[in-house]
């Protein structure tokens, strides 16, 4: 069984962090051999923030970990685990969370640890840092979860360069006596570990003199061995089959009524890719947010930056029930039930 329930353990503050630059996509029209409006059409990308060359996802993760830590009153040593989920690490080593442990000002008793996962992400490490906190009997903890996979993208590639953004979250937990209950349905699927891929740069294919020689895939199409591959119809193919397969095991799993679910918070991979997965699943419109117009696909902080984006105004009435489903490279898949309760922290800021 891939489903597990966690107790005992609330979310206290959501915060999301994106570069200040703005790139739209009808700007680039004349750099792509592709009808873009078309492309924002079926994507809904209209426009997507880009880190500078000098800022990396731990930044943007800092800066949303300062504004939450500082919004909740938190003091820094109260913070017992650190776990940051990013495909786009500082270094090959070490791990970043070290880094962001000192640069935080956390104590050096606190647990820090990676998590190289990317669309399914930030469902995998609220998994972990709520099984370890009741694990150890851990009472606060953060996940950082962010990309920016914008540095990994060549901008003669017009399947990946208009559709990618970058962000930051921070995700604040505490245990509590709440009753709280956490669901989860989590899977893996490695045969199509291809679909979504940067070959060169790893262990397995190292950097040669051949790796940064662009090549011409297709049409519009064209990236070195160590920038971003992906195949468009092998992703959106595993997209709408897994995504409403996990949600009803989940759903079924845990007798969970999908009518008293407020929001189905999807990773946000295209706008039509995540339409016919609400179409599938019979979710009423108005229940599945979407920030993919003003950020893109974010990777692993899509869903956080589309709850603190869409939803505030919502939180701030009442208690919601939440359903957050991430799909995409691995290939691998996490869905998550929770509650967030009105009083929750959330807060969007930009990383100037």
């Known amino acids: 069984m891939a489903t597990l329930s966690i107790d005992g353990i609330s979310i206290k503050g959501i915060s999301a962090c994106v570069p200040s630059a703005i790139e739209r996509n009808i700007e680039i029209q004349n750099q792509l051999p592709e009808d873009i409006k078309k492309f924002i059409e079926v994507t809904g990308v209209e426009e997507r923030r880009i880190a500078a060359h000098d800022v990396c996802a731990s930044d943007l993760c800092m800066k949303a970990a300062t504004e939450v830590l500082t919004s909740l009153q938190w003091e820094k040593d109260s913070v017992e685990i650190l776990v940051f989920v990013s495909q786009t690490a500082d270094y090959i080593l070490p791990v970043t969370s070290a880094i962001l442990q000192d640069r935080l000002g956390f104590s050096k008793d606190c647990i820090a640890f990676d998590i190289p996962l990317g669309c399914s992400g930030y469902v995998y490490g609220i998994s972990v840092i709520t099984s370890m906190m009741k694990a150890f009997g851990l009472k606060r903890g953060m996940l950082l979860a962010g990309d920016t996979i914008s540095k990994w993208i060549s901008k003669d590639d017009k399947s990946t360069y208009p559709l990618f953004g970058d962000a930051g979250s921070a995700t604040l937990f505490e245990t509590d006596s709440l009753n709280s209950t956490i669901n989860f349905d989590l899977g893996t699927d490695g045969s199509g570990y291809k679909a979504i891929i940067i070959p060169d740069g790893g262990s397995r294919n190292s950097i040669t003199e051949t790796s940064f020689d662009e090549v011409e895939y297709d049409t519009g199409i064209k990236r ?129």
């Open 224 to 352: 070195n061995q160590c920038q971003l591959a992906l195949e468009g119809m092998d992703v959106f193919s595993f997209g709408i089959s897994q995504a409403p397969k996990t949600v009803n095991k989940l759903l079924e799993a845990f007798a969970i009524d999908k009518e008293k679910v407020d929001f189905f918070v999807f990773h946000q991979a295209n706008m039509m890719m995540n339409k016919m997965i609400g179409k599938k699943l019979k979710l009423p419109v108005e229940k599945v947010p979407y920030s993919l117009k003003h950020f893109g696909n974010t990777s692993s902080a899509t869903i956080p930056l589309t709850v603190v984006t869409e939803l505030i105004n919502k939180l701030n009435e009442k208690d919601l029930n939440f359903i957050f489903c991430g799909f995409g490279v691995g290939l691998s898949w996490g869905t998550v039930h929770l509650t967030l309760k009105k009083e929750t922290t959330l807060i969007f800021s930009e990383y100037e």
